[in-house]
């Protein structure tokens, strides 16, 4: 069946643009993760949604960051005036209820952001 | 905090050795600990993973050891082939009141020569 997907797979912004990053999950996963993986680095959560509520925000590394899943499925992951620091791989992941064991995660293949 | 260390950062091996791949991890409550391989420019899969109660899996040439008691758990890959070269992730699960998240450590990038 069809994995998670991603859009777009490569985004050049100038520096103060915004960006929109969107993450399709795996049909009926009810968990969904976003990661930021920078150059030679293992991935670095973001945000956690359980359907649309967001339960865990912790990894956003400022209020420029903010990641959105309405209908409990598409997820937008949204940064406001880019700074060059953001320039990094976002990874998005899905699984079926992470709560209740069932933890691996599926990754979508990234959306390679570079702010210059 | 709460982190996952990596060792090696790179390893080089003949093709046909063995690669071992060994994490720490600082969280007592961890009790899931998969591997995933990442190839240039592609996502992350997983290859193996092992729960809290089983000191060691097996998947072909692929196995996990884990000592709670220690709090590390190790990647093994014997009769190395080419296309085992990618970049190695381990990662543990951290307690959270909406269940539990992943710490990734910062990957070993495997190189298998022919």
């Known amino acids: 069946g069809a994995g998670v997907s991603q859009s777009p797979r490569y985004k050049v912004a100038k520096r103060g643009q915004d960006v929109a990053l969107r993450c399709d999950p795996i049909s009926g996963h009810v968990s969904l993760f976003w990661y930021q993986q920078a150059l030679g680095q293992g991935p670095e959560f973001l945000t956690y949604f359980q359907n649309e509520a967001q339960l865990d925000k912790s990894g956003l590394p400022s209020d420029r960051f903010f990641a959105e899943r309405p209908e409990g499925s598409v997820s937008t992951l949204k940064i406001q005036r880019t700074q060059q620091e953001d320039s990094a791989v976002y990874l998005c992941a899905s699984s079926t209820l992470f709560k209740r064991g069932d933890y691996e995660q599926y990754f979508g293949p990234g959306t390679r952001l570079t702010v210059t | 905090g709460e982190n996952v260390e990596q060792h090696p950062s790179t390893l080089s091996v003949q093709e046909g050795d063995s690669a071992v791949i060994k994490c720490t991890y600082s969280?007592?409550?961890?009790?899931?600990f998969p591997w995933y391989k990442q190839e240039l420019g592609k996502r992350p899969q997983l290859i193996i993973d092992?729960?809290?109660?089983?000191g060691e899996k097996k998947d072909q040439r692929i196995a996990v050891t884990l000592n709670k008691t220690a709090k590390h758990f190790s990647l093994h890959i014997t009769e190395t082939q080419p296309e085992d070269s990618a970049v190695y992730f381990c990662a543990a699960t951290l307690r959270r009141n909406y269940g539990q998240n992943f710490v990734f450590g910062p990957g070993t990038r495997l190189s298998v020569l022919p």
């Open positions: 969280d007592s409550a961890s009790n899931y």
């Open positions: 092992i729960r809290s109660n089983v």
